[in-house]
């Protein structure tokens, strides 16, 4: 009898932002364990739960694994691969020819930039398509960040981090690194990196409506009603202008519109501010003074008021105050990478960098980098005229659950006259399409470093091959999207000239080529083979765990992109929202309840549901209601409330916890399984509901037009009696 054969291979986890190294033990070729990189230059051996049960999400029952046609009963048979192609493309050109280019849009989910080949196929799938209603999930969280560095930057891809591991004074606005793994942060291990701040001597300082388990590990908790953050990051500025702790001379040596700026800022002082964010007025004047004292100090704001009803402005906001703070570019404050694969350079290039250049059919709102705000999609299924949207294109997304009043998308979707979905699971959104092409493991995946080196903490490059050979009749993502292209007419560049080239050569590319030819042009890059310290893709792959570029760089310029080369300050559209958010500024009114999400470490957003191992444990879909609150509303022996907003109402589970403040509720996305039970059973059995339900499609941010997700307001009450149904109040 012969052993098997066991071996360990390298790779990196494309699960969540962080991107963790694995070390991938296999037996006969079989993948039998996975456990940290101790090598590797980002992670250092750190893995979440769910890298830890990537296997289980690899390995389950439920995932697809050859494509999938829908019947006329609503359930889904297999087909090959051929038909599947073939009717995806024969669906898609069929209605652009009879109704126009517009008529089939494109959803992208976040696999959009954890996957370097999908990541350089877009390019190539935006060109041959050539439709306005192109949409994704980066228009919910990440469109407010792209337009303030529009404007302050003139690059929307001119995006800062913290030097979180230099830093004295880590003030975290609304992010909950804990849970997340950093958020346009990329930084595994958060727990270390924070309690590294604090062992050397620094503070760590959350300011969040809930105390987050990052909060719960901060030196200082400071509550704040939701959507108010802009107002107070304007206070902290106007504290520190007043007590003249800011260097004027050295932030117009950098930046145009500071004195237009501080025109505005005698609105938002502490005393004015302090009711409307709920926050003590002598509280604001501690923290914009210590942050300012501190040796090095950096602020940084996430997913709470990104998604809010100033996202934009908060965004700016923080951009302002580590500016005037002096912390912009320096060590230990707001600093930017230098990725060795140079994103905003490419974006630059291929024209995926920008805003406002095209607006939608129904409420003109505008796109950010390419593409126009998820909350469109309803409606510009519903509305007849040229233009609307009969088919649809849904690559790795469950808008359903991630985006506003998810029902009303849910009953759009139904009247779609072809969709076509690329995903491993039938899901809330998938069950809708005719045809599904699920993608191959995650482990059969090249890795290459490319958008989230650009959020990195530490500059680093990594390049992995795949752990297994991909099944004979798989194909991943990237392949899926190049078949449809060519399918399609077009190739993988997007330049039709070089793509005739090519195809008359009898070359085809792929992405790692592309990521090759772009790592040589890069900043560290080996572009004619003559530097001997340079990089290419053969010297980076036999690197065990990737290669340490060093800690970040000092500087700004390398990332300002306006003609001037300032940065700045004061454009009108900035100019406007500040005014706007004067004229907002009231104490809040009695008896407000407003609802916020929540994020979980063991989940991302709609998916991971269906596996046990990250489900198990305390019930996550339950909604937070501070004991004070409940005590009010005749709640504090319920299980059940009955959950009211513009668009829905009905029940939802409760959880009486003073982990929220007063006021505030807490609900997070991502759930509300029920109609999936048949094709992901574990989900199903869990369902809990879906927080998007409650949030509303009409209500938008103002310069960026993303989705208000956060500070919602609602009603909450006993469960009434007798029983009745939930209700919707908006119609299709």
Not at 200 to 225: F, L, N, W, Y
Not at 293 to 307: H, I, L, Q, T
Request: proline fraction near 6%; aromatic fraction near 4%.
């Amino acid at each position: 009898m012969t052993k098997s054969k066991r071996r360990t291979a390298r790779t990196v986890c494309a699960l969540c932002e962080a991107g963790c190294g694995l070390l991938v033990e296999l037996d006969g070729g079989r993948p039998v364990a996975v456990t940290g990189d101790p090598d590797d230059v980002t992670s250092q051996g750190y893995i979440c739960p769910k890298g830890a049960e990537l296997l289980r999400l690899e390995e389950d029952p439920d995932r697809l694994r050859q494509p999938m046609a829908r019947t006329r009963s609503g359930d889904f048979e297999p087909i090959s691969w051929h038909e599947a192609l073939e009717r995806s493309v024969e669906g898609i050109t069929r209605l652009q020819r009879r109704y126009g280019k517009d008529s089939v849009a494109v959803h992208l989910g976040t696999v959009q930039v954890h996957k370097h080949g999908v990541v350089l196929m877009l390019d190539a799938l935006k060109s041959v398509l050539d439709t306005r209603n192109w949409t994704g999930v980066s228009s919910q969280d990440t469109s407010a960040r792209f337009v303030s560095a529009h404007h302050v930057y003139g690059s929307a891809f001119a995006l800062a981090v913290p030097d979180i591991d230099r830093t004295d004074f880590f003030l975290c606005i609304g992010g909950n690194p804990l849970a997340s793994n950093g958020s346009m942060m990329t930084a595994p291990n958060m727990k270390r990196r924070l309690r590294d701040v604090q062992r050397r001597g620094g503070e760590v300082v959350v300011v969040d409506p809930r105390r987050t388990e990052t909060a719960q590990r901060a030196d200082e908790h400071i509550a704040i009603r939701p959507g108010t953050d802009a107002a107070l990051l304007l206070s902290m500025v106007q504290v520190l202008a007043t007590d003249g702790r800011i260097d004027t001379a050295a932030v117009e040596k950098l930046a145009d519109g500071w004195h237009e700026v501080v025109a505005k800022l005698g609105a938002f002082t502490p005393e004015r501010v302090g009711p409307f964010c709920r926050v003590a007025p002598e509280r604001i004047r501690s923290l914009a003074r210590r942050f300012a004292d501190a040796p090095s100090s950096v602020a940084y704001s996430r997913m709470g008021p990104g998604n809010a009803r100033y996202a934009t402005l908060t965004c700016y906001a923080i951009e302002l105050l580590n500016l005037v703070a002096g912390r912009l570019g320096v060590e230990g404050g707001w600093m930017f990478p230098t990725p060795a694969i140079d994103t905003v350079r490419l974006a630059r290039i291929t024209g995926a960098d920008g805003i406002g250049r095209r607006h939608s059919r129904v409420r003109g709102l505008p796109e950010t980098v390419g593409e126009l705000p998820a909350t469109i999609l309803a409606e510009e299924i519903e509305t007849p005229g040229e233009g609307q949207v009969r088919g649809l294109l849904c690559f790795a997304a469950n808008p359903v659950l991630a985006s506003p009043n998810g029902r009303r998308l849910d009953r759009a979707l139904a009247r779609l006259d072809f969709m076509v979905a690329v995903d491993v699971y039938v899901n809330e959104t998938t069950r809708h399409a005719d045809i599904i092409l699920p993608p191959a493991s995650l482990l059969s995946e090249p890795h290459v470093d490319l958008y989230f080196a650009g959020f990195n903490v530490r500059n680093a490059m990594r390049w992995t091959e795949p752990v297994i050979p991909k099944g004979p009749d798989e194909k991943l993502d990237a392949e899926i999207l190049l078949e449809l292209v060519e399918r399609l007419g077009g190739g993988l560049t997007a330049v039709a000239p070089v793509d005739a080239v090519i195809r008359a050569l009898g070359y085809r590319p792929t992405p790692e080529h592309l990521a090759s030819a772009a790592l040589r042009l890069g900043p560290y890059g080996d572009l004619f083979g003559l530097r001997r310290d340079g990089l290419n893709a053969e010297k980076v792959k036999q690197t065990e765990g990737g290669i340490d570029l060093g800690p970040l760089q000092p500087g700004v310029s390398r990332r300002v992109f306006h003609p001037d080369g300032r940065l700045h300050l004061s454009s009108l559209p900035i100019l406007d929202e500040i005014d706007r958010l004067d004229t907002a500024v009231a104490p809040p009114p009695a008896g407000e309840m407003l609802l916020i999400g929540r994020r979980h470490l063991r989940s991302n957003n709609s998916w991971m549901h269906n596996v046990q191992g990250l489900v198990s444990g305390r019930e996550r879909s339950a909604l937070l209601i501070h004991p004070d609150d409940a005590k009010r509303l005749g709640l504090e022996r319920a299980s059940e409330a009955w959950l009211s907003s513009k668009v829905h109402e009905g029940r939802v589970d409760i959880e009486v916890s003073d982990e929220v403040m007063p006021g505030v509720v807490s609900l997070p996305h991502g759930f509300g399984h029920q109609s999936v039970a048949s094709w992901q059973r574990v989900a199903g059995a869990l369902a809990g509901v879906s927080a998007n339900d409650w949030t509303d499609d009409q209500a938008v941010e103002n310069l960026a037009g993303q989705s208000i997700l956060n500070g919602v307001v609602v009603d909450v009450r006993p469960v009434p009696e007798p029983q009745h149904q939930e209700t919707d109040t908006t119609t299709s």
